[in-house]
T-cell receptor, first 115, second 111 residues
């Protein structure tokens, strides 16, 4: 199984540029989420979705948009990149409801640098 | 709000040494607790979990016991190997599938 696939793995942007980080999972998970990982701060939740057509904000949503048009895909959009968004981004998914075990399955991460 | 606090790293040990990484949490109620591990260049993966007080999670020689009296979930391993070098994250379950993570503790094991 491919699991959770993120693209691109590395990206360099200039301030003000826009881009989309892609995330796809093939495990038929209802729940998908985006985290950012920064030194000394652990992982912080940006946005999450409990199913197609449903999204909600996490701890640090400002500057990011998401959509969930299918169960498999959960893209993260940066509309106008800022240096403060330099980070490593992780997509994670899991079952929810009665099938939930609490375990999140993570992608390999996308390292973004904003100059 | 809910939070997770883990010991600062990096932790450097010799192979076959005993490992403890401390983790404490604050929460209302008794959330499920987790340890995740991140090997270099990879995403996080679940190492072990405990869903209620006094539960012991174990995997790959690692153990952690859910202690509600001390609100702790310390990670231990009796004899570490070089291959255990990684970053370890303690986490607690929030509402739904959301997890709150600690800041991570880097472990380096040397020969």
């Amino acid at each position: 199984n491919a699991g959770v696939t993120q693209t691109p793995k590395f990206q360099v942007l200039k301030t003000g540029q826009s881009m989309t980080l892609q995330c796809a999972q093939d495990m038929n998970h209802e729940y998908m989420s985006w985290y950012r990982q920064d030194p000394g701060m652990g992982l912080r939740l940006i946005h999450y979705s409990v199913g197609a057509g449903i999204t909600d904000q996490g701890e640090v949503p400002n500057g990011y948009n998401v959509s969930r048009s299918t169960t498999e895909d959960f893209p993260l959009r940066l509309l106008s990149a800022a240096p403060s968004q330099t980070s490593v981004y992780f997509c994670a998914s899991s079952y929810s409801g009665t099938r939930s075990t609490g375990e999140l399955f993570f992608g390999e991460g996308s390292r973004l640098t904003v100059l | 709000g809910n939070s997770v606090t883990q010991m600062e790293g990096p932790v450097t040990l010799s192979e076959e040494a005993f490992l403890t990484i401390n983790c404490t949490y604050t929460a209302t109620g008794y959330p499920s607790l987790f340890w995740y591990v991140q090997y270099p260049g990879e995403g996080l993966q679940l190492l072990l979990k405990a869903t209620k007080a006094d539960d012991k999670g174990s995997n790959k020689g690692f153990e952690a016991t859910y202690r509600k009296e001390t609100t702790s979930f310390h990670l231990e391993k009796g004899s570490v190997q070089v291959s255990d070098s990684a970053v370890y994250f303690c986490a607690q379950a929030g509402g739904g599938n959301k997890l709150t993570f600690g800041t991570g503790t880097q472990l380096k094991v040397e020969l």
